[in-house]
């Protein structure tokens, strides 16, 4: 049974850090993994993603500088370190895992690709 299991979120102010997990159990996503969010009332958006094999990272501009995407393939985990955290990152954040080695490139932005995805931890940012 494949499961992805996020952590690490919580109330904070405005500036404060937060370092989410996303432990992945039953397969490794060779494809690479994401960090998506949704806001209430908005559409799910890409965060950060990371391919498995090379570790190439890619954000959202929104986060660039601030938030960090990293794994660690020992443990099968993916982290996602958010930094100067703004009210407007308040949501609830999901990982997600594409199984799929894909030859051409890869557009971590494009929820379809991912297979399976965690059931999401909320993230609130006070001003």
């Known amino acids: 049974q494949v499961q992805l299991v996020e952590s690490g979120g919580g109330l904070v102010q405005a500036g404060d850090s937060l370092r989410l997990s996303c432990a992945v159990s039953?397969?490794?996503?060779?494809?690479?993994m994401g960090w998506f969010r949704q806001a209430p009332g908005k559409e799910r958006e890409f965060v950060a993603g990371i391919r498995w094999s090379s570790g190439d990272t890619y954000y959202q501009d929104s986060v660039k500088g601030r938030f960090t995407i990293s794994r660690d393939t020992a443990k099968n985990t993916v982290y996602l370190q958010m930094n100067m955290l703004k009210p407007e990152d308040t949501a609830v954040y999901y990982c997600?895992?594409?199984?799929?080695?894909?030859?051409?490139?890869?557009?971590?932005?494009?929820?379809?690709?991912?297979?399976?995805w965690g059931q999401g931890t909320q993230v609130t940012v006070s001003s």
């Open positions: 997600a895992g594409d199984s799929v080695i894909r030859s051409s490139g890869w557009r971590p932005e494009d929820n379809t690709l991912y297979n399976y």
């Open positions: 039953g397969r490794t996503f060779r494809g690479g």
